[in-house]
């Protein structure tokens, strides 16, 4: 069956006029837009599927950057009476129309949207995201891969959008990385929570593990600095991140195991190698 707005294999049927029909089964041949295209009948064929302004079913090879039912971070290249138009990777830009649209749009920025299949089953975006993407979530099991696109930033971290279906949450302290809005990452199911919502985290690493980790990194740090850095509990957590991309905590919880080991000293600007010798 042929998914209208997505990637589908179809079969070249037959060739008239310079032009490829592809077997559309119980839509008929749909015509092959890439005019360019060498190939033969019978070949095989990964195109996506939309309909055009003329209503027509139509084929291409060219894959855009987002299908129907997907959420993408797209830029808008014009604005026009019907609405803003965004570069989604095909000749034809992406219509958002003005009753999908959150705010108003402005030309040249991006935006997180999701790719739909209108009443005529042309495909269209919306910034409406909540109407699509759903705060239940089942099925998902803890330790989970699942593929992520951040959204909004809020006072516990940050949102994201799990499998292009359902809202997520990684919470501030344990995101080890830079994240931005509309940045696509894989991560993992932290927590299906008792309400059915996700709790999410980027790396799946045991707490234990990650201070483990963390102390021998800073022991190799320290070796490679003389055995001495200019770091303490007490210091910024913007600057224990820059130095081992871990959280105030987890740096916390490493060198005060270093320090009962008698693998450092603490001190008051900074931590220091103990000198075995």
């Known amino acids: 069956m042929i998914e209208i707005g997505k990637l589908n294999t179809l079969t070249i049927n037959n060739q008239r006029d310079n032009q490829f029909y592809l077997d559309g089964g119980e839509l008929g041949d749909i015509a092959l837009a890439d005019k360019e295209f060498r190939g033969q009948v019978g070949d ?9 302004g003329k209503n027509q079913t139509i084929a291409t090879i060219q894959i855009p950057k987002a299908q129907a039912d997907q959420v993408a971070w797209l830029k808008v290249v014009s604005l026009s009476h019907a609405g803003a138009f965004m570069d989604w990777g095909l000749p034809k830009d992406l219509l958002v129309p003005f009753s999908e649209q959150k705010c108003k749009m402005v030309e040249g920025r991006f935006y997180l949207v999701r790719l739909f299949l209108d009443e005529n089953n042309r495909i269209a975006a919306s910034m409406l995201l909540d ?68 709790d999410l985290i980027l790396n799946q ?65 900074g931590i220091r190698l103990v000198d075995k010798k």
Not at 131 to 159: H, N, P, R, S
Not at 180 to 194: A, E
């Open 131 to 198: 109407d699509f993407i759903q705060d239940e979530a089942f099925y998902y099991k803890e330790g989970q891969a699942v593929e992520l696109i951040i959204a909004d930033e809020t006072e516990l971290g940050f949102k994201a959008i799990v499998d292009h279906k359902y809202w997520g949450v990684l919470y501030k302290n344990e995101i080890f990385q830079p994240v931005k809005k509309g940045q696509s990452l894989s991560g993992f199911i932290k927590k299906v929570r008792s309400d059915h919502k996700l």
């Open 44 to 52: 095989s064929l990964r195109v996506f599927v939309y309909i055009d």
């Open 205 to 269: 690493e045991k707490y234990g593990q990650k201070v483990d980790s963390t102390s021998a990194k800073i022991l190799s740090v320290l070796e490679k600095h003389g055995g001495y850095i200019a770091l303490t509990d007490k210091s910024p957590p913007e600057m224990i991140y820059d130095t081992f991309a871990v959280s105030k905590k987890v740096f916390k919880q490493a060198i005060g195991g270093l320090y009962k080991q008698r693998k450092i000293v603490i001190e008051d600007k």
